[in-house]
């Protein structure tokens, strides 16, 4: 049997040509799906053992003067339930301007300027399993938003007709009680974090469902991961995987 002959009149190169055609589709298929045709490293910063001296600071692309902003990141850790832990952190001369923390009840937080009145969100805990943890917060009406791996929380209104102050530092790894210091060994992040990337609107529900899934690959217009070096300090690892 000539198993070529599978096309209308006995053309050999039909078959052939179906099967370019099929293999071309694959193609566009695998490189929606991981977003990364190429293979290409990506960085993760490696948080060992629990301090009060180490540290990443991101360096914002724009001012953070922000009306509306939506933060994401890959978070990975084995710390206790019941442990208080800084996960990102930005503090101006004057105030905590914007942090995004575990509390010692499991809960996920956002704090804007102020060190009581945050927003709570009762979620999963974080665990030694990465997950993709999105905040999304705009001054217009307050809506705030906290997504796990693509899945939305849901909406709370929280400091409404507030603005994020620009001029600040922004760091991984430890809760910051002076513009960059007093730090607390008991609230320092353990761990892994990486694709940190953070933009200055809100993004669509499916967008950020779409990023979480890596179907597709948004550049954060204040940070992006991608072109982001991190600067550490302490103990600190930068760990590359290939993706």
């Given at each position: 049997?000539?198993?070529?002959?599978?096309?209308?009149?006995?053309?050999?190169?039909?078959?052939?040509?179906?099967?370019?055609?099929?293999?071309?589709?694959?193609?566009?298929?695998?490189?929606?799906?991981?977003?990364?045709?190429?293979?290409?490293?990506?960085?993760?910063?490696?948080?060992?053992?629990?301090?009060?001296?180490?540290?990443?600071?991101?360096?914002?692309?724009?001012?953070?003067?922000?009306?509306?902003f939506t933060?994401?990141?890959?978070?990975?850790?084995?710390?206790?339930?019941?442990?208080?832990?800084?996960?990102?952190?930005?503090?101006?001369?004057?105030?905590?301007?914007?942090?995004?923390?575990?509390?010692?009840?499991?809960?996920?937080?956002?704090?804007?300027?102020?060190?009581?009145?945050?927003?709570?969100?009762?979620?999963?805990?974080?665990?030694?399993?990465?997950?993709?943890?999105?905040?999304?917060?705009?001054?217009?009406?307050?809506?705030?938003?906290?997504?796990?791996?693509?899945?939305?929380?849901l909406t709370?209104?929280?400091?409404?007709?507030?603005?994020v102050a620009?001029?600040?530092?922004?760091?991984?790894?430890?809760?910051?009680?002076?513009?960059?210091?007093?730090?607390?060994?008991?609230?320092?992040?353990?761990?892994?974090?990486?694709?940190?990337?953070?933009?200055?609107?809100?993004?669509?529900?499916?967008?950020?469902?779409?990023?979480?899934?890596?179907?597709?690959?948004?550049?954060?217009?204040?940070?992006?991961?991608?072109?982001?070096?991190?600067?550490?300090?302490?103990?600190?690892?930068?760990?590359?995987?290939?993706?």
């Amino acid at each position: 049997m000539n198993l070529l002959r599978v096309g209308r009149g006995g053309d050999p190169n039909v078959g052939s040509d179906k099967m370019r055609r099929l293999a071309i589709l694959l193609s566009i298929i695998s490189v929606a799906w991981t977003g990364n045709p190429q293979g290409t490293l990506g960085k993760t910063l490696i948080f060992p053992v629990e301090t009060d001296t180490s540290y990443a600071e991101l360096t914002p692309r724009k001012p953070m003067n922000l009306l509306a902003f939506t933060l994401c990141m890959r978070v990975a850790t084995e710390l206790p339930e019941n442990r208080e832990i800084s996960l990102f952190t930005y503090r101006t001369q004057d105030h905590d301007e914007l942090n995004l923390w575990q509390e010692s009840d499991g809960r996920l937080s956002l704090y804007l300027r102020s060190s009581k009145d945050g927003v709570f969100f009762r979620v999963p805990v974080l665990g030694a399993l990465q997950t993709h943890l999105c905040v999304t917060w705009e001054s217009i009406s307050g809506a705030t938003a906290l997504f796990m791996d693509g899945r939305k929380s849901l909406t709370k209104i929280y400091r409404k007709n507030h603005q994020v102050a620009g001029g600040g530092r922004v760091i991984l790894g430890q809760d910051a009680d002076s513009f960059l210091g007093k730090f607390d060994s008991s609230q320092s992040f353990v761990g892994a974090i990486t694709d940190v990337n953070m933009w200055d609107s809100v993004l669509s529900d499916s967008t950020i469902k779409d990023v979480s899934s890596g179907i597709i690959s948004q550049t954060g217009s204040i940070f992006d991961w991608d072109t982001e070096s991190p600067t550490v300090n302490g103990n600190v690892k930068i760990v590359q995987f290939q993706q």
